[in-house]
């Protein structure tokens, strides 16, 4: 080799070594020397420069977040017949149809662990003076609500009782004048409620 390839070679030696250098350059390093990278896995250049690779290993996606369970839907409130008690004519005594209702209400209960409170509402027809109807609808109030204290374990104290007397009225007979008929018309006003709080 003359002397004028020996130094074309040396010039053109150097000249790649510098690039590459200046190219290794460019790009942003830390501390222990490793390339910066973005989010997207891209080198930090530290000038412009189109599609080089740095080299650095792009960074690992998030984990995603954990999805909570949802949460599950309360039950439905219990429907306004299954907690309603009918009584007879001037009576405060529980039928035999109203302790099966009620029976039937006690295992329905048992399934709301959301019940907080009870309130037991006794109502009377408009037969008779409106004294002896508010006593009567409480009567009334006080024979569910032992019933119902005797076959759960809801304490008393829970269940409020009161009496809205003939205030109430449910049954439309103003037009019929036979007495009979009257009061077999107004038997869904001698009714006891059963209400509940619930906890949402």
């Known amino acids: 080799m003359n002397a004028k390839n020996f130094f074309a070679l040396l010039i053109s030696t150097a000249l790649i070594s ?3 250098m200046a190219q290794s350059q460019d790009f942003a390093r830390n501390k222990g020397s490793q390339p910066v990278v973005t989010k997207s896995g891209d080198c930090v250049l530290t000038k412009w420069q189109g599609g080089e690779n740095c080299g650095a290993e792009p960074a690992p996606a998030p984990a995603p977040a ?3 369970a949802p949460a599950p839907a309360p039950a439905p409130e219990i429907a306004y017949e299954k907690r309603v ?3 007879d004519f001037a009576k405060s005594t529980l039928t035999p149809e109203s302790v099966q209702k009620l029976d039937d ?5 048992a399934g709301y662990t959301n019940i907080t409170k009870a309130e037991v509402v006794g109502f009377a027809d408009i037969m008779g003076n409106r004294e002896a109807n508010q006593k009567l609808g409480a009567d009334r109030a006080f024979a569910v609500r032992d019933y119902i204290a005797s076959r759960t374990t809801i304490p008393v104290e829970a269940m409020g009782v009161k009496s809205l007397g003939e205030d109430a009225p449910y049954a439309k007979c103003d037009g019929i004048k036979n007495r009979v008929k009257k009061i077999e018309c107004l038997g869904p006003d001698r009714r006891v409620e059963v209400e509940f709080n619930y906890q949402k």
């Open 18 to 20: 510098g690039a590459a």
């Open 66 to 68: 954990p999805v909570a």
């Open 85 to 87: 008690v009918y009584f």
């Open 105 to 109: 209400l006690i295992s329905v209960m």
